[in-house]
Antibody, heavy 121, light 113 residues
Framework: QVQLVESGGGVVHPGGSLRLSCAAS????????MHWVRQTPRKGLEWVAA????????FYSSSVNGRFTISRDSSNNTLYLQMNSLRTEDTAVYYC??????????????WGQGTPVTVSS | DIVMTQSPDSLAVSLGERATINCKAS????????????LGWYQQKPGQPPKLLIY???TRESEVPDRFSGSGSGTDFTLTISSLQAEDVAVYYC?????????FGQGTKLEIK
């Protein structure tokens, strides 16, 4: 079955960097768009970034644009989120999610369990 | 950005009764090229990731019980649970994927009365 396993979360100081990984299995990774979504108790669910199946379309929320980079490695079926210049407001649980089809414009039909990121001095 | 506003913020319904959750978009999410509303509904139980229930506003995801249904078009949408079961206690979110950023509603917490 579809499985998405996030890793790479942790505690980092403001201004620091982290790279999140999402290992995908149980489906043909190269056929699907992928998303990162984060969640905090205060702000709820917040869409962060998306990439189409072939990487030709990449989108970011304005709150992370220029600081975060989404990428994918089809050779090892892994999605990444490189997070630079981290701010306290980036503290959240980060979810990797599969789009329903190849495009970035889709709902997300499978989600990982999430990895927590804490940005604190 | 398209703002998604859900109502109510919380809801208590008796077992076996109908539950209705509303979602209003600040602009239309109906894509004219395919006449599909780019609107999804998710269920999130404590300690779990969200689960897709409905996409294209009214298409039920596979293996989702048929007591869940979605309706609406343009800017106004509804998620209905026809006969509430104990396992339906959760927070429900709508999301538009019509335009970037793909925004979520603030969530509606559904409890048993």
């Amino acid at each position: 079955q579809v499985q998405l396993v996030e890793s790479g979360g942790g505690v980092v100081h403001p201004g620091g960097s982290l790279r999140l990984s999402c290992a995908a299995s149980g489906f043909t990774f190269t056929n699907y768009g992928m998303h990162w979504v984060r969640q905090t108790p205060r702000k709820g669910l917040e869409w962060v970034a998306a990439m189409s199946y072939d990487g030709s379309n990449i989108f970011y929320s304005s709150s992370v644009n220029g600081r975060f980079t989404i990428s994918r490695d089809s050779s090892n079926n892994t999605l990444y989120l490189q997070m630079n210049s981290l701010r306290t407001e980036d503290t959240a649980v980060y979810y990797c999610a599969r789009g329903r089809h190849h495009s970035a414009w889709s709902s997300s039909d499978s989600w990982g369990q999430g990895t927590p990121v804490t940005v604190s001095s | 950005d398209i703002v998604m506003t859900q109502s109510p913020d919380s809801l208590a319904v008796s077992l076996g009764e109908r539950a209705t959750i509303n979602c209003k978009a600040s602009q239309s999410v109906l894509y004219s090229s395919d006449n599909k509303n780019k609107l999804g509904w998710y269920q999130q139980k404590p300690g779990q990731p969200p689960k897709l229930l409905i996409y294209w506003a009214s298409t039920r995801e596979s293996e989702v019980p048929d007591r869940f249904s979605g309706s609406g078009s343009g800017t106004d949408f509804t998620l209905t649970i026809s006969s509430l079961q104990a396992e339906d206690v959760a927070v429900y979110y709508c999301q538009q994927y019509y335009s970037v950023p793909f925004t979520f509603g603030q969530g509606t917490k559904l409890e048993i009365k």
